[in-house]
């Protein structure tokens, strides 16, 4: 079987180990791709280690040689959401989300083509807009109802899952380029939101009522594209970066009044830059900065308070800002099938206070993780990797949205926290 077909026969298959739902911790964007950057806080754009680099810098492709990389990390992030001072009582008070454990399964194929040539492919997620509340014991002036004023649960469901086939080329002994076709597909749904669908008692919020809340799950897909450098610019030190503009998805057509743009719901840009060096040959310390421009995609970036109905072109996000993340991570190889690793990562915090009502949905505050993991080799071509990832508490506390409905004080004032751990385990076998 020629290394064309091989890849093509193992994409599929990767995406579908991969179709569930994602959250992530940068935003939405996961702290790192592949469990040996997982263990390093993510940092990963100078690194070859895996196969993964279809997600991280495309160039490092080259050096990691022929290779499988699957694995699986057992994903716990815990919400909830407090309002409290507002004019009405039945307006106050507390829920916690019920959904805080999802599997995250990785894969990814490299084979090298000759010894400067390789392709392979690097199957990864996104997501982080994952919540379901409980209705709880709110009363919006019209019988019972959930924090947002709508009926039964209240929560959104968004998924990002990205194919990406890589070739990377050395063009130099020390030096490479890559890049990665990304292949996109969203998954989308949202409930309890009727308060937002032009709903009697309530302001008209949107241009096209019926496609706001509970439609089930839409899809969407696009494509886009990733390219990257990889350089060893001098002995021990190692320099990469990376770049993906913004990527068009179709419509959420279902959801075409609840998104700015008729349901347009883009992947924003990002790009990285990283150096990783080796003080003494068993020590690694690896770098990145990141940049996320979330605010480039209308959808998320829209402040919720534009004065426009939900689904317009320049109507009301999540309000999140662009965001700065850095990492930090280094790896101590023990002994010749022992390697340990630890890592920080700190982001911006994406969500304004201005935006806190909007973003019960999906509170995306964290900025600060903490990492651990290990590689132990089981021989001369396999090898277990085990990744754990801890994030303490963050919240942003905001004036509620509905003070704009009922008269300032009235709708009081919310705040939305998170905390979260990761866990994962994953095999590679080199080849």
Same mark, same amino acid.
């Given at each position: ?12 298959? +990767?995406?579908?180990? %991969? ?39 495309? +160039?490092?492709?080259?050096?990691? $040689?022929?290779?499988?990389?699957? *694995? ?10 407090? @309002?409290? $001072? ?44 994952? !919540? ?30 990205? %194919? ?37 008692? #309530? ?9 706001? !809340? ?6 969407? !897909?696009?494509?886009?594209? @990733? &390219?990257?450098?990889?350089?060893? &610019?001098?002995?021990?030190?190692? %320099? ?20 700015? *743009?008729?349901?347009? #719901? ?10 990783? #060096? ?5 020590? !690694? ?37 662009? &965001?700065?993340?850095?990492?930090? $991570? ?21 969500? @304004? ?51 704009? %409905? ?12 998170? @905390?979260?751990?990761? &866990? ?8």
């Amino acid at each position: 079987m020629t290394n064309f077909k091989r890849l093509t026969r193992l994409t599929p298959l +990767a995406a579908a180990l %991969v179709a569930v739902p994602a959250l992530a911790t940068n935003g939405y964007f996961a702290h790192g791709y592949g469990l040996k950057a997982k263990g390093m806080a993510g940092a990963s754009t100078a690194m070859a280690q895996d196969s993964l680099g279809g997600a991280t810098n495309p +160039a490092s492709m080259v050096w990691s $040689g022929s290779r499988l990389d699957v *694995g699986v990390d057992l994903f716990s992030p815990w919400r909830d959401a407090t @309002r409290s $001072g507002a004019g009405f009582a039945t307006l106050n008070g507390s829920v916690e989300s019920d959904r805080n454990y999802f599997l995250i399964p990785e894969f990814g194929y490299n084979r090298m083509i000759n010894t400067t040539l390789s392709a392979g492919v690097s199957v990864y997620g996104n997501g982080g807009m994952n !919540t379901t509340y409980p209705q709880g014991n709110f009363n919006c002036g019209g019988g019972a109802a959930n924090m947002l004023c709508g009926r039964g649960a209240l929560g959104v469901d968004l998924m990002q899952l990205i %194919v990406a086939p890589t070739v990377a080329y050395k063009f130099h002994p020390d030096h490479s380029i890559g890049a990665s076709v990304l292949l996109g597909y969203q998954r989308f749904k949202a409930d309890g939101l009727q308060a937002f669908d032009n709903a009697p008692g #309530f302001p008209p919020f949107t241009q096209s009522p019926g496609n706001v !809340t509970n439609r089930g799950h839409d899809n969407s !897909t696009g494509v886009g594209v @990733r &390219i990257g450098y990889f350089g060893r &610019i001098a002995d021990r030190v190692n %320099v990469g970066v990376a770049y993906a503009p913004k990527m068009n998805m179709s419509r959420f057509d279902k959801y075409a009044g609840l998104f700015a *743009g008729n349901g347009d #719901f883009d992947i924003p840009a990002n790009y990285s830059a990283g150096v990783s #060096f080796s003080p003494v040959p068993a020590w !690694t310390v690896a770098a990145d900065y990141q940049r996320i421009n979330y605010s480039g995609v209308a959808s998320v970036g829209n402040p919720s308070s534009a004065l426009a109905p939900l689904g317009a072109a320049n109507g009301p996000g999540f309000g999140w800002r662009d &965001i700065n993340v850095y990492k930090l $991570g280094v790896a101590w190889q023990m002994n010749s099938r022992l390697t340990l690793r630890a890592g920080y990562n700190h982001n911006d915090n994406p969500i @304004r206070s201005s935006d806190v009502t909007f973003n019960i949905l999906a509170p995306g505050v964290m900025t600060s993780h903490y990492t651990v993991g290990f590689t132990q080799a089981m021989g001369n071509d396999s090898e277990f990797t085990g990744a754990f990832m801890f994030a303490r508490r963050g919240s942003v506390s905001g004036p509620s949205m509905f003070n704009a %409905v009922l008269g300032p004080g009235a709708g009081g004032n919310e705040t939305i926290r998170m @905390r979260e751990f990761s &866990i994962g385990l994953g095999w590679s076998k080199k080849f």
